[in-house]
């Protein structure tokens, strides 16, 4: 409902009072006898990126804001405002901020907007850039006072969505349209890092000492059944004995061995 009567109040017929009248019809008139001397100061032109918002003696003239292109004004009693409606960008000071799980982190953010309604951000905020930049500083505060650190670290994309649609539609009543807010850096004390790092190293090293532990044991699983299958074949151990002689007697080797008799390991076990 406001919205509505807001876009009637700028669109209502332009009705100027008695003095009015009489001010446009002397103004009027001396631009016409100054003629051509006035004409540069009554040609305005505006690029396409911008809009002119023209104020009539302190009213707002009816069509909405003017642009691009070449238009005429009254310089004597009207008034305009330019408005550009490229995308600005701006940093995000770092903000100092309690997460959910009481741990102090410093957060930036960079947002990217534009002006949409040229009407509404002359008439409706004083000053749509500053404004929307001190709303930008304290939903990022408040969104972000609302995660816990590992959200914060790890969901970085769906808090920045979140904190465009906050700001985006509370800049909405000034014109402004929020394109996209990004999440710069979210910086922890040195102390938390330093407890972090520590305890990340800690889960290393247990991984790594259990996956060692595994295969130590899978190790030990394969030579008791190869034991248990050379101890089952006789020949096995023979053929095993022939490759270990093949092997030291190899090239460059400086072992030397005696080789024993298998027979005579067989009688001596025998007897034993």
């Not at 990217?112 to 939903?139: G, P, R």
């Not at 910086?187 to 790594?208: F, Y």
Request: aromatic share 8%; hydrophobic share 45%.
């Amino acid at each position: 409902m406001t919205d509505t009567s807001e876009k009637n109040n700028y669109k209502r017929e332009y009705k100027p009072g008695a003095c009015a009248y009489i001010l446009i019809f002397l103004s009027t008139l001396f631009i016409i006898l100054t003629f051509p001397l006035t004409i540069f100061f009554c040609i305005k032109i505006v690029k396409e990126y911008e809009r002119a918002v023209i104020f009539r003696l302190g009213r707002l003239l009816p069509g909405g804001a003017r642009g691009p292109g070449l238009f005429f004004i009254n310089p004597f009693i009207d008034t305009i405002k330019i408005m550009d409606l490229r995308v600005f960008s701006f940093t995000v000071p770092p903000q100092e901020i309690l997460s959910k799980d009481s741990v102090t982190v410093f957060v930036d953010a960079v947002v990217y907007f534009k002006i949409k309604d040229a009407i509404k951000a002359t008439i409706n905020v004083q000053d749509c850039d500053s404004s929307t930049k001190l709303l930008a500083q304290t939903i990022l505060r408040n969104i972000t006072g609302t995660k816990t650190l590992t959200e914060l670290l790890s969901y970085k994309e769906n808090i920045s969505h979140q904190l465009q649609e906050i700001l985006d539609e509370a800049t909405e009543h000034w014109g402004v349209q929020v394109e996209r807010v990004e999440l710069k850096d979210v910086c922890i004390p040195k102390t938390l890092q330093r407890a972090m790092a520590a305890e990340g190293e800690a889960i290393r090293e247990a991984k790594a000492k259990v996956i060692a532990a595994d295969g130590e044991k899978d190790a030990s699983i394969a030579l008791k059944e190869a034991a248990d299958i050379i101890a089952q074949n006789p020949n096995a151990i023979q053929l095993r004995y022939l490759q270990t002689l093949s092997h030291i007697g190899q090239e460059n080797n400086t072992t030397i061995v005696f080789p024993f008799p298998i027979d005579l390991m067989k009688n001596i076990s025998k007897m034993v």
